[in-house]
């Protein structure tokens, strides 16, 4: 399955994928590219299958499917790991790839969504009606439930652009979809935005995924409806900036430091986002101490706790700041008067074997 997409910004940029409301299409997100590409983000925007320029294959359509379309899209634009921010429908689909496939999920904005819109048997309501009277026969009431105040001609030209198939298919998916028992699977850090004015995905929908995430949080936009992207665009872009901002530079200097064969070996999860964020991104960032002496007080005090493990990983941060193997050995013979002759004796092992390790990388 082929996504009709659009790339904008720069190539070695890190990449946001943004992902739209069911019945939109890629140009629901305008404000939100044109901020992110200012930032220095690559940003791919895509249509679901059956909207905008995207094929609409005869459905129904699954969720599964659905975020099978977006590691497609992924593997096209040679992307490995992207951060994920869903709109409405794009919402589910992000839930069901963080879920499914993590390494592909840097982190995660889902915006006026929900695990269970409605009724099943709404949804099939509403997918019998477009297939049978079109998409047009259910557009005042979609558009009511998008904004707070009426729609102009351009949102209708937009929902109407979509594909009857697609639109029901789409509607086949969020009928069908299971995502309840997802939610503690999801280790991407996560940030749900929700609509105060929303009644489609009310904020309770929203705190209900918030809930069920692990370390997720909520928050709530005053005076949006469904589409708050568009109806509330500076809230919301500032929410969504913030949280991918905040992963970027702890994964930056984890992967200067580490490498990225560590950084990639790694298994995702909460635990492992939350050190990259406060650990990497909150402390090793801040201006009051160089890299190189960070680097010193952390050998010394891995050495007194006798943590190995986390010795060696750093033995490597270390070289890679500048510190050379002699300055490296001074810092166990200092830590092991204060520590203890036993605790630099073990450690010490510990340090020619990782020096050994990163000469032969």
Known sequence: MRLHSVSEGPANGPVVVLSGSLGSDLRVWDHQAKALVKAGYRVIRHD????????????????????SD????????????????GLSLGGMV??????????????????????????????????????????????????????????????????????????????AAVQRMDLAAELPKIAAPTLVIAGERDRA???EDGLRIATGI????????????????????????????????????????????????????????????????AVWGAIWTRPGLDRKTRSFITLAILVALKCHDELALHVRAALRNGLTEEE?????????????????????????????SSRAE
């Open 214 to 277: 692990p370390g997720s949080r909520l928050a709530i936009v005053a005076g949006a409806a469904h589409l708050g992207p568009v109806e509330r665009a500076e809230e919301f872009t500032e929410l969504i900036l913030e949280h991918v901002n905040a992963g970027g530079r702890g994964e930056a200097v984890r992967r200067e430091l580490l490498g990225d064969a560590h950084v990639d070996a790694a298994t995702p999860s909460a635990f492992q986002s939350y050190i990259t964020e």
């Open 48 to 67: 679901h299958r059956g909207h905008g320029g995207s094929p609409a294959p005869e459905g129904p359509y699954t969720l599964a499917e659905l975020a």
């Open 328 to 356: 490296i050995d001074e810092v166990v013979l200092h830590a092991g008067a204060y520590a203890g002759v036993p605790a630099a004796n073990s450690a010490i092992r510990v340090v020619r074997e990782a020096v050994r």
């Open 94 to 171: 992000g839930m069901q790839l963080a879920a499914t496939a993590p390494r592909r999920v840097d982190r995660l904005v889902l915006c006026c969504t929900s695990i269970s819109p409605g009724t099943k048997e709404a949804w099939a309501r509403r997918a019998e009606r477009v297939r049978g009277e079109g998409i047009e026969s259910i557009a005042n009431d979609v558009l009511e439930r998008w904004f707070t105040t009426p729609a102009d001609d351009f949102w209708r030209d937009m929902l109407l652009g979509s594909s009857a198939e697609g639109y029901a298919s789409c509607c």
């Open 70 to 85: 977006v590691v497609e899209l992924l593997d096209g634009h040679e992307v490995e790991r992207a951060h994920f921010v």
């Open 201 to 203: 995905t009310p904020p």
